[in-house]
């Protein structure tokens, strides 16, 4: 979840009234955000252990922290939650968000080159004319951008942004790749001028920017956006070029975003342009520009589109716990940024503004009713259906049993879901032909192959990792493991078993014996009867031979018991006999 700082002093400004800390609190609480943390830019110096003269001279005015929504963009900075807040206490109108389309002479453009399709294929593009920059507003631009990285782009994996002081340079722009030695440019904040290999080098160790050198580095061509003089704006998405840098004085920005993921990079674009519109001489608009992609289509951005959906308002209602008409509903939707109109059907026409990327269905839009209405106003009843609950048998059968096991003297472990295909089967001397399994398609490494098919092999492993115990160890588990079944509707099936092993200078198979018969005992299964249980020698690879037996109830196996095998704990270097039982807790319930 992003935390952003805003100036309470600021925010006041915006919304033209002074709140108390503690009126703050609750307002963002009701709006379904979090006030952090209160403190002051003197206070974060000093935290920083900067010394104290590096705090004399800065201001000591409040600064809030707050928590967004990771799916909120449009509140991390103080335009975009000014806004929010204001529409909230119905201190504003909603603001209609409108492309321009400049004059044809005036069109920026980017053509893309095929160069670029295997490495980042799309750009996007947009103009905020005429723009009036504060020391504030300023730091806001900067920071929303970095806020953005962070979040919707996946520091920069999916979207890399680039401001530029429009008037220093000439369109139309080219958006290629080229090797690095043909690429020289002198970097933002730089004294002169690199080829791309350097700049990979120079910002190696960067303490920001070190980072996002490995998304390109390794590539034989580097992306770079360059203007019809050939000057280079950027090299996403590592670094801009210092000649079209943006600054107060700047009164014209293009804004270009690249991108792996064209939707992510319109969300971004739409997100700058509405969020800082407000500072353009027209307000709440951004002018257009035209992309020409490889296979030469073109595309102007930014949309802005509006999208409208329709709910029923009794269906809202019902489902937050409220008795609200259409009307009622609709008003609540615009404190939250939502035009909405009521038909005489009771359905609610609903505007999703290019600021709420976030409204994806229609319970997005009920829980924006839901914030409106305040959660704590909805009352609080019992269902009009029975609703006598009770714990799953299962469940509470597991519960019980780690009780029962853990009084015996085991300790519990939590191993991985996951194993490799050798834990599963060649350790635990099993043929992989004869055993199925479900295979992970894509694993992240050779450790995560299969889903496992016994819990031995994790134990065993948590054995070998901490030889350093004192003897005895002994260790179990109740977990779920996933066999293969055609019956089921999705080729397999989840099975709750329990795993002990004792692990000692000696077998010690009474150890775990004498836990099969507690677990027995407290399932009040009786030994020997005809519906108890009993052992029958059987042969196991994983254990040792004439050592091993299936535990069975009424003639059905529900599980194993014996001594491993001398090479299966080899394999997983473990250096002591171990006695195992591993039963099928289900098969019980």
């Known amino acids: ?113 095929p160069n670029v399709l295997q490495i980042r294929p799309y750009v996007v593009a947009a103009v905020l004319r005429n723009i009036t920059f504060t020391e504030k507003s300023y730091a806001s631009f900067i920071e929303l951008q ?19 002081d429009l008037d220093t340079i000439r369109g139309p722009f080219t958006y290629d790749a080229k090797l690095p030695e043909e690429i020289c440019f002198k970097p933002l904040n730089q004294t002169k001028e690199y080829n791309g290999k350097e700049i990979m080098e120079l910002y190696a160790n960067h303490a920001q920017l070190k980072q996002y050198v490995p998304i390109i580095r390794d590539f034989e061509i580097y992306p770079v956006i360059s203007d019809s003089n050939g000057v280079v704006l950027s090299l996403p998405p590592i670094i801009n070029g210092d000649h079209s840098k943006i600054s107060l004085k700047t009164t014209n920005v293009f804004i270009e975003c690249t991108a792996t993921d064209l939707h992510k990079a319109q969300v971004v674009l739409e997100t700058l342009c509405c969020m800082f519109s407000v500072y353009c001489a027209e307000k709440y608009s951004a002018e257009q520009c035209t992309v020409i992609g490889a296979d030469g289509v073109q595309t102007t951005y930014p949309l802005l589109n509006y999208r409208t959906e329709k709910i029923s308002a009794e269906l809202a209602s019902d489902y937050i716990g409220i008795d609200n008409d259409s009307k009622n509903v609709a008003k609540l939707l615009c404190k939250m940024s939502l035009p ?61 049993l780690r009780y029962t096991v853990a009084q015996a003297g085991f300790t519990e472990a939590l191993t991985f879901t996951l194993c490799s295909m050798d834990d599963a089967f060649s350790k635990l001397n099993k043929d992989l032909k004869k055993n199925a399994c479900v295979e992970i398609m894509n694993p992240k490494n050779s450790e995560f192959q299969v889903v496992r098919t016994s819990l031995l092999p994790g134990i065993l492993k948590t054995i070998a990792a901490n030889k350093q115990m004192p003897l005895p160890v002994k260790l179990f588990e109740i977990a779920d493991i996933l066999v293969i079944d055609q019956e089921e509707e999705v080729g397999v099936r989840n099975r709750r078993r329990m795993c002990a092993i004792n692990c000692n200078k000696n077998a010690g198979f009474e150890i775990v014996h004498g836990l099969l018969d507690k677990i027995m005992s407290s399932l009040e299964v009786q030994w020997g009867t005809e519906n108890g249980y009993q052992l029958r020698e059987t042969t196991d690879p994983t254990f040792f031979p004439g050592r091993c037996a299936k535990i069975v109830k009424a003639d059905f196996a529900v599980g194993t018991i014996g001594v491993l095998h001398p090479l299966v ?9 171990c006695s195992a039982i591993e039963l099928d807790i289900d098969l019980f319930v």
Not at 43 to 71: C, F, H, R, W
Not at 146 to 163: M, P, S, Y
Not at 569 to 577: A, C, G, K
């Open 569 to 577: 704990l080899q394999t997983f270097d473990i250096n002591y006999p």
């Open 1 to 113: 979840m992003p935390t952003i700082s805003v100036y309470r002093d600021d925010l006041s400004s915006y919304l033209e009234h002074d709140f108390t800390d503690d009126e703050y609190r609750q307002l963002l609480f009701d709006y379904g955000l979090e006030l952090d943390e209160i403190t002051s830019a003197k206070q974060l110096m000093s935290e920083g252990n900067e010394g104290e003269l590096a705090t004399d001279d800065i201001s000591d005015d409040v600064i809030y922290k707050i928590d967004i929504p990771a799916n909120r963009y449009d509140l991390l900075c103080l335009e975009g939650l000014g806004m929010a807040m204001k529409a909230f206490l119905h201190k504003t109108e909603i603001h209609n968000y409108c492309p321009v389309l400049p004059r044809e002479s005036d069109m920026q453009t980017i053509k893309v080159t």
């Open 146 to 164: 970095e806020k953005l990285h962070n979040n919707l782009c996946r520091r920069r994996t999916l979207v890399a942004i680039g401001a530029h």
């Open 340 to 400: 909405s109109q009521a038909n005489e059907n009771n359905e609610i026409i609903v505007s999703i503004p290019p600021t709420r990327h976030d409204i994806i269905h229609a319970c997005d839009i009920y829980e924006d009713v839901a914030i409106a209405y305040g959660y704590n106003k909805i009352s609080k009843l019992l269902p009009s259906f029975m609703h006598i609950a009770d714990q799953f048998p299962l469940n509470q059968l597991t519960e019980m």
